[in-house]
């Protein structure tokens, strides 16, 4: 059981919008600390998407948007791209157990 | 660019002690103003933050793993470096190294490694 909480699935057609939700308590992200995205292509490792809740590393195309209010974050991905086909992870810092943690995983499926 | 490569046997028998070296190119762990960090994501699942080390030798380690975690840092080498004891099958996963980047505890993680698989068995 992840401290933070993604939907274990999404999919949308090429073109689409979707987004990811990352839930998470107020040891974590609803104590203020930055929520960060990382894109995890088949067999690949991790590759950060979004940091500081909504800012892309360079690189990283703008159809990729991120944002935070309360106890919750999202990722939006517009323009959907077979490409964009991967799973997807939210990470933040909880307090209680002093400790980085990361969301479940989204698989993103492109119809 | 900075670039991560994870080494190390990609089996370890259970009880004994899991070890593994990860080497920085295109930049100096001793240059600063970075951590250096240990991620692991069991097969088919999510990921687990291990613990990370500043080129002075300043570990943090997830209290959950603590107890059986000590990473180290060779400065001469440009490499850092996780042994985890007393493993079990539990500790199957593939195993990244990855530079930490913010401060205090807002951090993100860029780049990785390209992650090295390790199996616990007899």
């Known amino acids: 059981q992840s401290v933070l909480t993604q939907p274990p699935s999404v999919s949308g057609a090429p073109g689409q919008r979707v987004t990811i939700s990352c839930t998470g308590s107020?040891?974590?992200?609803?104590?203020?600390?930055?929520v960060h995205w990382y894109q995890q292509l088949p067999g690949t490792a991790p590759k950060l998407l979004i940091y500081?809740?909504?800012n892309r590393p360079s690189g990283v195309p703008d159809r990729f948007s991120g944002s935070k209010s309360g106890t919750s974050a999202s990722l939006a991905i517009t323009g959907l791209q077979a490409e964009d086909e991967a799973d997807y992870y939210c990470?933040?810092?909880?307090?209680?157990?002093?400790?980085?943690?990361f969301g479940g995983g989204t698989k993103l499926t492109v119809l | 660019q900075v670039q991560l490569q994870e080494s190390g046997p990609g089996l370890v028998k259970p009880s004994q002690t899991l070890s593994l070296t990860c080497t920085v190119s295109?930049?100096?762990?001793?240059?600063?103003?970075?951590?250096w960090s240990w991620i692991r994501q069991h097969p088919g699942k999510g990921l687990e933050w291990i613990g990370n080390?500043?080129?002075?030798?300043?570990?943090n380690y997830n209290p959950s793993l603590k107890s059986r975690v000590t990473i180290s840092v060779d400065t001469s080498k440009n490499q850092f470096s996780l042994k985890l004891s007393s493993v079990t099958a539990a500790d199957t996963a593939v195993y990244y190294c990855?530079?930490?980047?913010?401060?205090?505890?807002?951090?993100?993680?860029?780049?990785w490694g390209q992650g090295t698989l390790v199996t616990v068995s007899s």
């Open positions: 990855a530079r930490d980047h913010g401060s205090g505890n807002i951090k993100w993680f860029d780049p």
């Open positions: 080390i500043y080129y002075s030798g300043s570990s």
């Open positions: 107020s040891s974590n992200i609803g104590a203020g600390y930055d």
């Open positions: 500081g809740n909504s």
């Open positions: 990470q933040s810092y909880d307090s209680s157990l002093s400790v980085f943690v």
């Open positions: 295109g930049g100096s762990i001793s240059s600063g103003g970075y951590r």
